[in-house]
Protein backbone atom coordinates (compact mmCIF):
# COMPACT_ATOMS: atom_id res chain seq x y z
CA UNK A 1 0.00 0.00 0.00
CA UNK A 2 1.56 3.26 -0.78
CA UNK A 3 0.59 6.82 -1.39
CA UNK A 4 1.78 10.10 -2.44
CA UNK A 5 -0.45 12.22 0.75
CA UNK A 6 -0.93 11.74 4.08
CA UNK A 7 -4.44 10.95 3.24
CA UNK A 8 -3.53 8.73 0.39
CA UNK A 9 -1.77 6.44 2.93
CA UNK A 10 -4.76 6.31 5.69
CA UNK A 11 -7.06 5.83 2.32
CA UNK A 12 -9.32 8.72 3.51
CA UNK A 13 -10.43 11.51 0.98
CA UNK A 14 -9.20 14.34 2.29
CA UNK A 15 -12.43 15.92 3.71
CA UNK A 16 -12.67 13.30 6.38
CA UNK A 17 -13.90 13.81 9.67
CA UNK A 18 -11.29 13.01 12.84
CA UNK A 19 -13.31 9.71 13.53
CA UNK A 20 -12.61 8.23 9.81
CA UNK A 21 -8.72 9.20 9.88
CA UNK A 22 -8.83 7.66 13.47
CA UNK A 23 -11.42 4.47 12.23
CA UNK A 24 -8.70 4.34 9.24
CA UNK A 25 -5.74 4.31 11.16
CA UNK A 26 -6.74 1.51 13.63
CA UNK A 27 -8.11 -0.67 10.76
CA UNK A 28 -4.38 -0.43 8.99
CA UNK A 29 -2.64 -0.79 12.46
CA UNK A 30 -4.09 -4.43 12.75
CA UNK A 31 -3.02 -5.38 8.77
CA UNK A 32 0.43 -3.48 8.86
CA UNK A 33 1.74 -3.50 12.33
CA UNK A 34 5.10 -5.19 13.06
CA UNK A 35 3.67 -8.28 15.24
CA UNK A 36 0.91 -8.99 12.49
CA UNK A 37 3.61 -9.39 9.72
CA UNK A 38 3.83 -6.06 8.72
CA UNK A 39 7.33 -3.80 8.54
CA UNK A 40 8.35 -1.40 11.25
CA UNK A 41 9.21 1.44 8.40
CA UNK A 42 5.59 1.63 7.09
CA UNK A 43 3.88 1.17 10.30
CA UNK A 44 5.92 4.66 11.53
CA UNK A 45 4.64 6.43 8.21
CA UNK A 46 0.95 5.51 9.35
CA UNK A 47 1.45 6.78 13.15
CA UNK A 48 2.89 9.84 11.55
CA UNK A 49 0.01 10.71 9.05
CA UNK A 50 -2.04 9.47 11.75
CA UNK A 51 -0.85 12.11 14.46
CA UNK A 52 -0.62 14.76 11.84
CA UNK A 53 -4.20 14.39 10.71
CA UNK A 54 -5.91 14.32 13.89
CA UNK A 55 -4.09 17.21 15.18
CA UNK A 56 -6.44 20.49 13.44
CA UNK A 57 -3.38 23.22 13.51
CA UNK A 58 -0.98 20.34 11.46
CA UNK A 59 -3.65 19.01 9.38
CA UNK A 60 -3.95 23.03 8.30
CA UNK A 61 -0.40 23.76 7.77
CA UNK A 62 -0.34 20.14 5.69
CA UNK A 63 -3.35 20.68 3.75
CA UNK A 64 -2.02 24.52 2.93
CA UNK A 65 0.92 22.46 1.45
CA UNK A 66 -0.99 21.00 -0.96
CA UNK A 67 -2.67 23.94 -1.73
CA UNK A 68 -6.20 22.53 -0.63
CA UNK A 69 -8.78 24.83 1.43
CA UNK A 70 -8.55 23.77 4.95
CA UNK A 71 -10.85 20.74 5.55
CA UNK A 72 -10.17 20.10 9.28
CA UNK A 73 -13.18 20.36 11.43
CA UNK A 74 -13.10 22.80 14.33
CA UNK A 75 -12.32 21.81 17.69
CA UNK A 76 -15.73 20.94 19.56
CA UNK A 77 -16.84 23.53 21.99
CA UNK A 78 -18.41 23.21 25.64
CA UNK A 79 -21.45 25.14 26.64
CA UNK A 80 -21.50 27.37 29.73
CA UNK A 81 -24.52 26.55 32.08
CA UNK A 82 -25.73 30.06 30.75
CA UNK A 83 -26.47 28.03 27.67
CA UNK A 84 -24.30 29.47 24.76
CA UNK A 85 -20.89 28.16 23.21
CA UNK A 86 -17.49 30.08 24.30
CA UNK A 87 -14.68 28.86 22.62
CA UNK A 88 -12.39 30.22 25.68
CA UNK A 89 -14.33 28.81 28.37
CA UNK A 90 -14.44 25.26 26.29
CA UNK A 91 -10.82 25.10 25.43
CA UNK A 92 -9.49 25.93 28.89
CA UNK A 93 -12.21 23.51 30.70
CA UNK A 94 -10.57 20.62 28.35
CA UNK A 95 -7.05 20.85 29.19
CA UNK A 96 -7.48 21.81 32.71
CA UNK A 97 -9.66 17.83 32.47
CA UNK A 98 -6.92 15.90 30.21
CA UNK A 99 -4.03 17.35 31.44
CA UNK A 100 -2.94 15.02 33.66
CA UNK A 101 -4.49 11.87 31.56
CA UNK A 102 -2.68 13.29 28.38
CA UNK A 103 0.58 13.63 29.66
CA UNK A 104 0.41 9.74 31.04
CA UNK A 105 -1.25 8.82 28.09
CA UNK A 106 1.46 10.60 25.65
CA UNK A 107 4.34 8.98 28.21
CA UNK A 108 3.05 5.74 27.81
CA UNK A 109 2.50 5.71 23.86
CA UNK A 110 6.13 7.10 23.69
CA UNK A 111 7.15 4.24 26.00
CA UNK A 112 5.48 1.47 23.63
CA UNK A 113 6.86 2.87 20.71
CA UNK A 114 11.01 2.74 22.11
CA UNK A 115 10.18 -0.66 22.69
CA UNK A 116 8.87 -1.34 19.13
CA UNK A 117 11.85 0.17 18.12
CA UNK A 118 14.30 -1.80 20.43
CA UNK A 119 12.68 -5.27 19.21
CA UNK A 120 12.27 -4.28 15.62
CA UNK A 121 16.95 -3.20 15.70
CA UNK A 122 17.27 -6.55 17.82
CA UNK A 123 14.65 -9.29 16.56
CA UNK A 124 15.12 -11.61 13.75
CA UNK A 125 11.46 -12.81 13.19
CA UNK A 126 8.08 -12.26 15.00
CA UNK A 127 8.74 -14.20 17.84
CA UNK A 128 11.48 -12.86 19.27
CA UNK A 129 10.15 -9.30 18.43
CA UNK A 130 7.22 -10.78 20.65
CA UNK A 131 9.80 -11.82 23.81
CA UNK A 132 11.72 -8.75 23.15
CA UNK A 133 8.40 -7.04 24.03
CA UNK A 134 7.29 -8.84 27.03
CA UNK A 135 11.01 -8.68 28.72
CA UNK A 136 11.11 -5.37 28.31
CA UNK A 137 7.35 -4.53 29.76
CA UNK A 138 8.77 -7.04 32.82
CA UNK A 139 11.89 -4.92 33.04
CA UNK A 140 9.55 -1.74 32.85
CA UNK A 141 7.06 -3.06 35.61
CA UNK A 142 9.60 -3.89 37.74
CA UNK A 143 11.47 -0.49 37.44
CA UNK A 144 8.01 1.53 38.03
CA UNK A 145 7.25 -0.44 41.03
CA UNK A 146 10.96 0.07 42.58
CA UNK A 147 10.60 3.70 41.80
CA UNK A 148 6.96 4.04 43.60
CA UNK A 149 8.18 1.75 46.49
CA UNK A 150 11.40 3.96 46.78
CA UNK A 151 9.37 7.13 46.74
CA UNK A 152 7.04 6.06 49.66
CA UNK A 153 9.72 4.58 52.12
CA UNK A 154 12.62 7.59 51.29
CA UNK A 155 11.07 11.10 51.03
CA UNK A 156 14.61 12.86 49.60
CA UNK A 157 13.82 10.20 46.54
CA UNK A 158 11.20 12.89 45.28
CA UNK A 159 14.19 15.31 44.16
CA UNK A 160 15.93 12.53 42.47
CA UNK A 161 12.26 11.90 40.63
CA UNK A 162 11.92 15.67 40.27
CA UNK A 163 15.29 15.84 38.10
CA UNK A 164 14.51 13.16 36.18
CA UNK A 165 11.16 14.47 35.49
CA UNK A 166 12.32 17.75 34.23
CA UNK A 167 14.87 16.21 32.19
CA UNK A 168 12.65 13.98 30.53
CA UNK A 169 10.43 16.53 29.64
CA UNK A 170 13.13 18.58 28.34
CA UNK A 171 14.26 15.81 26.39
CA UNK A 172 11.05 15.35 25.53
CA UNK A 173 10.21 19.03 24.68
CA UNK A 174 13.58 19.19 22.40
CA UNK A 175 12.06 16.37 20.78
CA UNK A 176 8.82 17.63 19.59
CA UNK A 177 10.80 20.70 18.22
CA UNK A 178 12.81 18.82 16.07
CA UNK A 179 9.66 16.55 15.06
CA UNK A 180 7.94 20.16 14.34
CA UNK A 181 10.47 21.28 12.13
CA UNK A 182 11.27 17.96 10.64
CA UNK A 183 7.45 18.32 9.77
CA UNK A 184 7.49 21.97 8.46
CA UNK A 185 10.29 20.94 6.23
CA UNK A 186 8.49 17.82 5.09
CA UNK A 187 5.76 20.43 3.60
CA UNK A 188 8.33 22.45 2.08
CA UNK A 189 9.93 19.66 0.42
CA UNK A 190 6.30 18.29 -0.76
CA UNK A 191 5.72 22.14 -1.83
CA UNK A 192 8.93 22.01 -3.98
CA UNK A 193 8.43 18.41 -5.68
CA UNK A 194 5.10 19.58 -6.56
CA UNK A 195 6.39 22.33 -8.42
CA UNK A 196 9.47 20.57 -9.34
CA UNK A 197 7.00 18.40 -11.04
CA UNK A 198 4.43 20.97 -12.58
CA UNK A 199 7.78 22.81 -14.21
CA UNK A 200 8.76 18.72 -15.29
CA UNK A 201 4.80 17.97 -16.18
CA UNK A 202 5.16 21.68 -18.33
CA UNK A 203 8.45 20.53 -20.35
CA UNK A 204 7.40 17.08 -20.69
CA UNK A 205 4.51 19.30 -22.99
CA UNK A 206 6.77 20.48 -24.00
CA UNK A 207 8.97 18.14 -25.92
CA UNK A 208 5.57 16.00 -26.72
CA UNK A 209 4.32 19.02 -28.73
CA UNK A 210 8.12 19.27 -30.32
CA UNK A 211 8.14 15.55 -30.94
CA UNK A 212 4.81 15.30 -32.69
CA UNK A 213 6.03 18.19 -35.28
CA UNK A 214 9.18 16.29 -35.53
CA UNK A 215 6.97 13.02 -36.34
CA UNK A 216 5.01 14.78 -38.91
CA UNK A 217 7.99 16.34 -40.34
CA UNK A 218 9.55 12.79 -40.70
CA UNK A 219 6.13 11.55 -41.58
CA UNK A 220 6.51 13.59 -44.92
CA UNK A 221 10.43 13.25 -45.50
CA UNK A 222 9.39 9.71 -45.77
CA UNK A 223 6.52 9.46 -47.87
CA UNK A 224 8.90 11.96 -50.39
CA UNK A 225 11.52 9.05 -50.05
CA UNK A 226 9.52 6.68 -50.71
CA UNK A 227 7.79 8.56 -53.40
CA UNK A 228 11.59 8.55 -54.98
CA UNK A 229 12.67 5.13 -54.19
CA UNK A 230 9.59 4.14 -55.88
CA UNK A 231 10.34 5.86 -59.11
CA UNK A 232 13.74 4.56 -58.72
CA UNK A 233 12.75 1.48 -58.00
CA UNK A 234 10.55 1.73 -61.56
CA UNK A 235 13.91 2.85 -63.30
CA UNK A 236 15.93 -0.10 -61.76
CA UNK A 237 12.68 -2.44 -62.91
CA UNK A 238 12.96 -1.52 -66.62
CA UNK A 239 16.69 -1.07 -66.94
CA UNK A 240 17.04 -5.08 -65.61
CA UNK A 241 13.94 -6.04 -67.91
CA UNK A 242 15.93 -4.18 -70.51
CA UNK A 243 19.38 -5.78 -69.29
CA UNK A 244 17.50 -9.28 -68.76
CA UNK A 245 16.30 -8.83 -72.80
CA UNK A 246 19.89 -8.03 -73.76
CA UNK A 247 21.24 -11.03 -71.78
CA UNK A 248 19.11 -13.51 -73.31
CA UNK A 249 19.55 -12.05 -76.84
CA UNK A 250 23.23 -12.36 -76.46
CA UNK A 251 22.76 -15.82 -74.73
CA UNK A 252 21.09 -17.18 -77.34
CA UNK A 253 24.06 -15.82 -79.74
CA UNK A 254 26.45 -17.71 -77.49
CA UNK A 255 24.38 -20.89 -77.07
CA UNK A 256 24.08 -21.18 -81.42
CA UNK A 257 27.68 -20.56 -81.43
CA UNK A 258 28.23 -23.36 -78.98
CA UNK A 259 26.26 -25.52 -80.66
CA UNK A 260 27.66 -24.52 -84.33
CA UNK A 261 31.55 -25.36 -82.67
CA UNK A 262 30.41 -28.28 -81.16
CA UNK A 263 29.29 -29.63 -84.26
CA UNK A 264 32.31 -28.29 -86.21
CA UNK A 265 34.61 -30.01 -82.82
CA UNK A 266 32.25 -33.77 -83.03
CA UNK A 267 32.81 -33.61 -86.63
CA UNK A 268 36.29 -32.57 -86.42
CA UNK A 269 36.45 -35.51 -83.89
CA UNK A 270 34.78 -38.29 -85.89
CA UNK A 271 37.50 -37.32 -88.96
CA UNK A 272 40.47 -37.39 -86.82
CA UNK A 273 38.81 -40.79 -85.10
CA UNK A 274 38.49 -42.25 -88.55
CA UNK A 275 41.85 -41.16 -90.41
CA UNK A 276 43.86 -42.60 -87.19
CA UNK A 277 46.36 -40.14 -88.14
CA UNK A 278 48.76 -39.31 -85.15
CA UNK A 279 50.22 -36.19 -86.50
CA UNK A 280 46.80 -34.83 -87.02
CA UNK A 281 45.40 -36.14 -83.46
CA UNK A 282 48.49 -34.48 -81.75
CA UNK A 283 48.05 -31.23 -83.69
CA UNK A 284 44.21 -30.74 -81.54
CA UNK A 285 43.66 -29.20 -78.61
CA UNK A 286 42.97 -31.27 -75.52
CA UNK A 287 39.27 -30.53 -75.71
CA UNK A 288 39.26 -31.86 -79.48
CA UNK A 289 41.55 -34.76 -78.14
CA UNK A 290 38.77 -35.79 -75.87
CA UNK A 291 36.14 -35.53 -78.63
CA UNK A 292 38.14 -37.83 -80.59
CA UNK A 293 38.32 -40.41 -78.36
CA UNK A 294 34.29 -40.00 -77.78
CA UNK A 295 34.47 -40.11 -80.79
CA UNK A 296 36.19 -43.65 -81.51
CA UNK A 297 34.59 -45.49 -78.45
CA UNK A 298 31.36 -45.00 -80.07
CA UNK A 299 32.65 -46.19 -83.07
CA UNK A 300 33.65 -49.45 -80.95
CA UNK A 301 30.25 -49.72 -80.23
CA UNK A 302 30.22 -48.13 -76.54
CA UNK A 303 27.09 -46.71 -75.09
CA UNK A 304 26.09 -43.26 -73.28
CA UNK A 305 29.64 -41.78 -74.22
CA UNK A 306 29.91 -38.53 -72.37
CA UNK A 307 32.65 -35.70 -72.50
CA UNK A 308 33.03 -35.03 -68.99
CA UNK A 309 36.46 -33.24 -68.86
CA UNK A 310 37.27 -29.95 -67.46
CA UNK A 311 37.86 -28.07 -64.26
CA UNK A 312 36.73 -30.21 -61.58
CA UNK A 313 36.67 -33.49 -63.43
CA UNK A 314 37.85 -35.41 -60.83
CA UNK A 315 40.34 -37.49 -62.80
CA UNK A 316 38.40 -38.62 -65.67
CA UNK A 317 37.49 -37.54 -68.78
CA UNK A 318 35.04 -39.69 -70.54
CA UNK A 319 32.00 -42.03 -69.09
CA UNK A 320 30.73 -44.42 -71.28
CA UNK A 321 29.27 -48.55 -70.89
CA UNK A 322 30.81 -51.15 -72.90
CA UNK A 323 27.88 -53.56 -74.81
CA UNK A 324 27.47 -55.79 -71.67
CA UNK A 325 26.19 -52.35 -69.64
CA UNK A 326 29.99 -52.09 -67.63
CA UNK A 327 30.98 -48.60 -66.38
CA UNK A 328 34.04 -47.10 -67.96
CA UNK A 329 35.80 -44.31 -67.07
CA UNK A 330 38.54 -42.97 -69.62
CA UNK A 331 41.52 -40.31 -68.83
CA UNK A 332 43.04 -38.87 -71.69
CA UNK A 333 46.36 -37.07 -72.22
CA UNK A 334 47.59 -35.14 -75.38
CA UNK A 335 51.24 -35.42 -74.91
CA UNK A 336 54.08 -35.46 -77.63
CA UNK A 337 55.71 -38.46 -78.47
CA UNK A 338 58.57 -38.04 -76.19
CA UNK A 339 56.99 -36.95 -73.08
CA UNK A 340 56.15 -40.64 -71.45
CA UNK A 341 53.24 -41.26 -68.75
CA UNK A 342 54.74 -41.51 -65.31
CA UNK A 343 53.51 -43.73 -62.46
CA UNK A 344 52.39 -40.98 -60.80
CA UNK A 345 49.77 -40.38 -63.31
CA UNK A 346 48.30 -43.70 -63.33
CA UNK A 347 48.26 -43.25 -59.22
CA UNK A 348 46.06 -40.22 -59.51
CA UNK A 349 43.51 -41.98 -61.78
CA UNK A 350 43.36 -45.11 -59.68
CA UNK A 351 42.59 -43.18 -57.10
CA UNK A 352 39.69 -41.79 -58.79
CA UNK A 353 38.23 -44.33 -60.81
CA UNK A 354 38.28 -47.28 -58.02
CA UNK A 355 36.96 -44.74 -55.22
CA UNK A 356 35.07 -42.36 -56.18
CA UNK A 357 33.67 -43.51 -59.43
CA UNK A 358 34.15 -47.63 -58.48
CA UNK A 359 34.11 -48.06 -62.72
CA UNK A 360 34.21 -51.85 -63.88
CA UNK A 361 36.65 -50.40 -66.96
CA UNK A 362 39.15 -48.60 -66.64
CA UNK A 363 40.92 -46.90 -69.69
CA UNK A 364 44.26 -44.52 -69.66
CA UNK A 365 44.71 -43.27 -73.34
CA UNK A 366 47.30 -40.83 -74.48
CA UNK A 367 49.17 -40.15 -77.49
CA UNK A 368 52.67 -41.05 -76.28
CA UNK A 369 54.55 -44.07 -74.32
CA UNK A 370 54.09 -45.46 -70.67
CA UNK A 371 57.03 -45.91 -68.41
CA UNK A 372 57.93 -49.17 -67.11
CA UNK A 373 56.39 -48.40 -63.49
CA UNK A 374 53.49 -46.94 -64.79
CA UNK A 375 52.73 -50.11 -66.93
CA UNK A 376 53.40 -52.37 -63.73
CA UNK A 377 51.78 -50.42 -61.64
CA UNK A 378 48.64 -50.56 -63.97
CA UNK A 379 48.08 -54.53 -64.73
CA UNK A 380 48.46 -54.48 -61.19
CA UNK A 381 45.45 -52.47 -60.67
CA UNK A 382 43.36 -53.96 -63.84
CA UNK A 383 43.99 -50.50 -65.65
CA UNK A 384 43.83 -50.57 -69.65
CA UNK A 385 46.52 -48.64 -71.13
CA UNK A 386 46.40 -47.30 -74.99
CA UNK A 387 49.28 -45.33 -76.17
CA UNK A 388 49.37 -43.37 -80.04
CA UNK A 389 49.88 -46.46 -81.98
CA UNK A 390 47.36 -48.49 -80.20
CA UNK A 391 44.94 -45.35 -81.40
CA UNK A 392 46.16 -45.63 -84.86
CA UNK A 393 45.73 -49.66 -85.18
CA UNK A 394 42.30 -49.30 -83.71
CA UNK A 395 41.40 -46.28 -86.50
CA UNK A 396 43.13 -48.75 -89.33
CA UNK A 397 41.30 -52.01 -88.04
CA UNK A 398 37.89 -49.88 -88.13
CA UNK A 399 38.44 -48.20 -91.97
CA UNK A 400 38.91 -51.78 -92.61
CA UNK A 401 35.97 -53.82 -91.17
CA UNK A 402 33.65 -51.00 -92.97
CA UNK A 403 35.48 -51.80 -96.04
Not at 249 to 268: I, K, P, S, V
Not at 280 to 300: D, G, K, V, W
Not at 326 to 344: D, E, F, H, L, N
Request: aromatic share 8%; net charge positive; hydrophobic share 35%.
Amino acid sequence: MTGDTLYELLGVPTDATTDDIKSAYRRLSKTYHPDGGGTAPFFRQLQHAHETLIDAHLRTEYDRSLGISSTSPPPQQEENQSGYSDPQYSSKATSDRNSSQSAFVRFFQRWSRTIDKIADKHGTSNQSRLVIRAVAWVASGLVAYYLVTGFLRDGWFAVILLIIGIVLWRRYRAKKLRADAYRRAAYAEAARKQAAKDAANRQRAERAASAERERRQREQANRDRAASAERAKREREQANRDRAARYAEAERNRAEREAEAAEAQQDEARHAAESGDLAFILALSPTQFEYTMAALLRMLGMTDVERVGGRGDLGVDITARDPSGRTMVVQCKRYARTKKIGSPDIQKFIGMAHVHHKADIKLFVTTSEYTEDARALARHHDIQLMNGSDIENLARRQRESKT
